[in-house]
């Protein structure tokens, strides 16, 4: 699925994505839920994914 984004639109179905323009906007980094615990973290610029890494979200309790 994300290999086959052309556009960020792409990455939006389905909704459970989520997908997220991370802090700070200007650095483009966006974040995709894989499940509670996991987030696909990348970067998207002119239609290329870079820089991806899956991290494990820690929820601050």
């Known amino acids: 699925m994300i290999n086959a984004a052309e556009n960020l639109n792409d990455l939006r179905v389905p909704p459970a994505n989520h997908l997220e323009l991370l ?4 650095n483009k980094f966006y974040s995709i839920r894989v499940n509670k615990q996991y987030r696909l973290i990348f970067h998207f610029e002119n239609g290329k994914i ?6 494990p979200h820690r929820y601050d309790l």
Not at 23 to 26: N, V
Not at 50 to 55: C, T
């Open 23 to 26: 802090e700070p906007k200007e």
């Open 50 to 55: 870079s820089q991806l890494q899956l991290d």
